[in-house]
């Protein structure tokens, strides 16, 4: 039973970083998302010497939000698919989204820089969800 769960939580932490590298890359948002952050075509070109480095903690990050809400939709005993997408809509309306919205308001970034990292989370939220209870 354990290894089941640590096979979800690293599947879902996988598929989240995935998510990430198409939802970030140029042809998607990532070139929006790059003009907004203000990262210079010099920056991302240093960047991409560390670019496993930076898979790897986003990899982590990723492991550690699926442990959280394994957690919790252990901890609620929710195990239908439609209730733990409500769990996940409601951690991020209640974390995910706030949080950002005060980093993009003191940070005077556009709407746009918020909806790009706030939806990729809100995706990556609901697909985590969904592995989880599997």
Known sequence: MAELIVIKIVGAAILSTILGFVWFHPRAFGAI????????????????????????????????????????????????????????????????????LGMMLWEQKPLSYYSINALYWLVSLVIMAMILVL
Do not use: C, D
């Not at 003009?35 to 240093?46: D, F, K, L, Q, S």
């Not at 010497?49 to 901890?75: D, E, S």
């Open 33 to 100: 998302w790059m003009r907004h952050a203000r990262i210079t075509p010099e920056m991302a070109e240093r960047g991409k010497r560390r670019v496993h480095l930076y898979a790897l903690a986003g990899f982590i990050g990723n492991a550690i939000a699926a442990y959280v809400l394994f957690y919790l939709l252990a901890a609620f005993q929710i195990s239908l698919r439609e209730t733990a997408i409500t769990l996940a809509l409601l951690v991020w309306v209640g974390f995910t989204a706030p949080s950002l």
